[in-house]
């Protein structure tokens, strides 16, 4: 505890006594100055005691001394000490006055205590003072890291929490509490996650004040003071620590939490090295599955990937937009110093974690990533958060395998791939290849490439029945819609079999090819269905008729 008033007046050197404020004599004391300027607040920063000879004062003035006084109380002066023999013989009944009816604390200095001595005396205990914080947030510090190394990050937040009274919570990369001490306190860190939002945008380290006389209004909420820090090096954020108090932390308190901050940092930050190592381990486990070798990808993973290669997975595939050829933007909730890949990557190993789950990461360079996934996994799961935005705003593009064991991986992989193609010609955040297996491949097909082409081959039949000469592109729909049955597409089109004839051969005249050749019958047909065509017309009720093929 940093001296008080309280502490000075039972120094047994000081000789100080109390003429006024007696019952705020516990207020600290932060330094002792000297001033005999008339008024001393400009210089003054709070938490002083003052101490004055009324050189340049009419101490005997009320009115004076009450003016002065209330100017010391408003500035936060902790106490004035006035000199008794020097200037006045006693302390004047009008500063006495003034110091009871403002509530400052008063103390008369005896003429043989020299203000030199109360200085020492004060910077004396704050220098005790400051070495019993030093020394107390070393021996936490040493209780922190043994119960870092030995139990874990749940056991550092229990003791942290207990060194500061209050409670403490861990977030991972993706804003989520990963765990909290005491138990009830998880309820209250979720309820924080907006401000941790708001500092995983800011690169680290970053800190914050959420509640408290100190925060203003940046909670709504006054219940306790809560302190956010981040955790992570450079400008990477892997996480976040929230502290809450009733009161703001002290010296100690506040070792106490920049130790947690470092080893919550080293056990959430792995080493590059590490990480370099781990990620070639995966490629070339990854690439041993692709090229047929499930067996000897088991024995090269060993028990890194746990059971992920013995049960169900899928393989996943994403490319950021910008490397797909669109402008990349953060995923949702990432920073936006945070590339899409590595932003994606952070989201997928908080999943993983939180879901104990084992999960292969292989990166190829910034813009692409595979990730081999447990089946009905957590991070299976939460890749359809991603299918609720927009390719745009979550800034990356996903293709999802369907369920796969180690034989079939290659199968997985071209799965994947297909998906992502798809998902880039649909302006899809996420496809999976059930949506390609299931119903129609005309959807595949939406894109403006395939578009044009059959608008092209259509156009000649289109310019033709815009001219009034009949209706060749109905009556192509209708034969080819009736597997070339004559009759049967002639009754649907209300007209004789041989005007359908003789208007099929206009077609094949028009476009320079043979409707009896199936792949020509194929390219008409999807090219029908791909552009946006009327049904088959009634038939005209006037008019003249369309030529009839006499020889058919």
Request: proline fraction near 6%; charged fraction near 25%.
């Amino acid at each position: 505890m940093p001296p008080t008033l309280a502490s000075l007046v039972q120094h047994s050197a000081l000789h100080l006594t109390v003429r006024a404020g007696e019952d705020r004599l516990s207020t600290p004391v932060r330094w002792v100055h000297a001033s005999e300027l008339a008024d001393p607040v400009p210089y003054m920063e709070g938490g002083e005691l003052l101490l004055i000879t009324a050189t340049t004062l009419d101490a005997a003035d009320p009115g004076a001394m009450l003016q002065y006084v209330r100017r010391l109380a408003d500035a936060g002066v902790a106490g004035l000490g006035f000199a008794v023999g020097v200037n006045y013989e006693d302390v004047p009944e009008a500063l006495v006055g003034a110091a009871r009816e403002v509530g400052l604390p008063l103390l008369a200095v005896p003429r043989r205590t020299p203000f030199l001595a109360i200085s020492k005396a004060v910077s004396a205990a704050l220098a005790a003072d400051q070495y019993r914080a030093v020394t107390a947030g070393f021996e936490v510090q040493r209780e922190l890291t043994r119960a870092a190394l030995s139990e874990g990050p749940a056991a550092l937040l229990e003791r942290l929490a207990a060194h500061v009274d209050g409670w403490a919570a861990l977030y991972d990369a993706s804003g989520a509490v990963v765990a909290a001490a005491p138990e009830w306190a998880a309820r209250r860190a979720a309820r924080l996650t907006a401000e941790v939002e708001r500092l995983r945008e800011r690169p680290a380290p970053a800190s914050a004040v959420v509640g408290g006389a100190d925060a203003g209004d940046a909670a709504g909420d006054a219940e306790d003071r809560v302190e956010l820090q981040s955790l992570g090096t450079g400008r990477r954020v892997r996480g976040a620590l929230a502290v809450g108090t009733g009161a703001a932390l002290g010296t100690a308190e506040r070792y106490a939490v920049h130790s947690a901050v470092a080893l919550l940092t080293l056990t959430t930050e792995r080493s590059r090295a590490l990480q370099a190592a781990e990620q070639r381990l995966g490629a070339a486990v990854l690439r041993m599955l692709l090229s047929g070798q499930p067996d000897h990808a088991r024995t090269v993973a060993g028990e890194l990937y746990g059971g992920l290669l013995d049960a169900p997975f899928r393989l996943l595939i994403a490319e950021s937009a910008a490397g797909a050829g669109g402008v990349a933007a953060a995923p949702h909730g990432a920073t936006e110093t945070d590339h899409p890949i590595q932003a994606l990557t952070d989201a997928i190993e908080a999943v993983a974690s939180r879901g104990g789950e084992a999960v292969l990461l292989v990166p190829d360079g910034e813009d692409r990533l595979a990730v081999v996934s447990p089946d009905a996994g957590a991070v299976v799961a939460s890749m359809a958060r991603y299918a609720l935005l927009e390719a745009e705003e979550a800034g990356v593009v996903i293709g999802l395998s369907a369920p796969t064991g180690p034989i079939a991986t290659a199968g997985a992989y071209k799965q994947a791939e297909q998906a992502l193609s798809v998902a880039r010609r649909r302006g899809r955040a996420l496809v999976e290849h059930e949506e390609l297996a299931a119903g129609s491949i005309l959807p595949l097909l939406a894109d403006d490439a395939v578009r044009a082409f059959a608008e092209g081959m259509l156009r000649a039949l289109r310019d033709h029945d815009a001219k009034g000469r009949g209706d060749l592109v109905a009556s192509l729909r209708a034969w080819l819609s009736r597997h070339g049955q004559w009759d049967a597409a002639a009754a649907d089109l209300g007209v004789h079999r041989h005007t359908l004839r003789y208007r099929m051969r206009r077609v094949e005249e028009i476009l320079g090819r043979s409707l009896d050749d199936p792949d020509v019958r194929m390219e008409l047909w999807l090219a029908l269905k791909t552009t946006a065509a009327p049904g088959p017309p009634t038939p005209p009720a006037t008019g003249a008729p369309e030529p009839r093929d006499q020889r058919e």
